[in-house]
């Protein structure tokens, strides 16, 4: 179990600094090897695939679920058979904690 999915998003408005490349690479850790983080280390990146499109709709629904409670919302890209989606604070324009908090516990919704 991941640490990261005890915790809970705090709301950002800014004023925080982005965490470091060092900082976000320490967090990867937690998540799955799948994430990866884009070479200036301002965004989480992760796909996935599905063999239908009930499937697909029913993780981005679960998701949107996380995104809500949490209220911090990653950019989604989704169609038959496939989600991708970008997580970055957009108030700090880089990663904060609540990127990997959130993508902690999408790394937990069962894969249909
Ligand atoms: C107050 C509240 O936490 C902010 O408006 C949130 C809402 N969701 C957000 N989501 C993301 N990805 N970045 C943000 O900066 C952000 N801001």
Known sequence: MSGLTEKKCVPCEGGIDPLSPAQAE???KQLQPE??????????HREWKFRNFYHTMSFVNAVAHIANAEDHHPDIECG??????????HAIN???????????????????
């Not at 038959?80 to 604070?89: E, F, H």
């Not at 990997?100 to 894969?111: E, H, L, Q, S």
Request: aromatic share 12%; hydrophobic share 40%.
């Open 80 to 89: 038959w058979g496939y989600c991708r989606l970008k997580y970055s604070t």
């Open 94 to 112: 880089g990663l904060s904690e609540n990127d990997f908090i959130c993508a902690a516990k999408i790394d937990g919704i069962p894969k249909q």
């Open 26 to 28: 320490g967090l990867m």
């Open 35 to 44: 994430w990866t983080l884009s070479a200036d280390a301002k965004s989480l």
